[in-house]
């Protein structure tokens, strides 16, 4: 006996429900992607040598965003952290100055701490600290009138010195200041190529947006082109947490 075909009918609604099958499992993707990215990691790469030798150009990270409170989009709200930024951490953060950039730098100052600098020396409510992680500045580096005027203009404001009139601060060379309630000092590690809280001052808690996670991917931008993949990549970084 021939088999017998089965009814356009039929068939539409095989196409039907497969589509809808294909459909509904795209959406939970979708929702789940969004959910692990909003509130949970989200990719980053960095783009600059400012937090070298912790961070290289060409290194590719997850973002840790529970830790800090994940912001709920459209009511700006934050999820309750896991815990406070603390002296020392690296954190991932909006820009104070340019809306949609995000910035990798290391965490120095907590409110209620007086900073300083000298001769490109660190000081911390008054005690030198050690900075295994920085990269020097070379001596004597210093920044152009123009910045040294905007400097100036925000550490007033917090000076804890006794003279305001002769206080002209420079990169390597400034403080004391006393970091606010509810706000950060931030640097990067390379001292002599960051653009950090020395020139455009005090991160608000808020701002922030996570801790490095891990480093998923890395290679060497500057030579990849001219070297063959696998040695162009930094095996020994993948996989490894910054600090």
């Excluded at 068939?11 to 429900?17: F, I, K, L, P």
């Excluded at 996570?210 to 095996?235: C, E, H, M, N, Q």
């Amino acid at each position: 006996m021939a088999d017998t075909p089965a009814p356009p009918s039929s068939n539409r609604r095989s196409v039907g429900a497969w589509l809808w099958d294909w459909t509904k499992s795209i959406a939970v993707a979708l929702v789940v992607w969004f959910m692990l990215r909003t509130f949970l990691v989200e990719a980053f790469s960095i783009p600059s040598s400012s937090m070298e030798r912790t961070l290289l150009v060409g290194d590719f990270l997850f973002v840790n965003k529970a830790l800090y409170g994940a912001e709920v989009p459209l009511v700006h709200k934050r999820l309750p952290a896991i815990r406070e930024p603390v002296q020392g951490d690296i954190l991932v953060f909006d820009s104070v100055e340019d809306e949609g950039l995000k910035v990798v730098k290391r965490l120095i100052g907590m409110p209620g701490d007086t900073l300083a600098m000298e001769g490109g020396q660190l000081y911390r409510n008054g005690l030198a600290v050690s900075e295994p992680y920085a990269i020097p500045a070379e001596p004597g580096l210093g920044t152009d009138p123009l910045q040294r005027a905007r400097m100036r203009a925000w550490q007033l404001r917090h000076y804890a010195g006794k003279d305001t009139a002769t206080y002209h601060p420079d990169v390597q060379d400034w403080g004391p200041i006393v970091v606010p309630a509810d706000s950060f000092f931030m640097m990067g590690d390379n001292r002599g190529d960051s653009y950090d809280s020395r020139y455009w001052g005090f991160l608000p808690r808020r701002n922030v947006r996570g801790r490095p996670l891990v480093i998923y991917y890395s290679y060497d931008r500057a030579s990849w082109k001219a070297l063959p993949f696998f040695t162009a990549v930094r095996w020994p970084r993948l996989l490894s947490t910054p600090d």
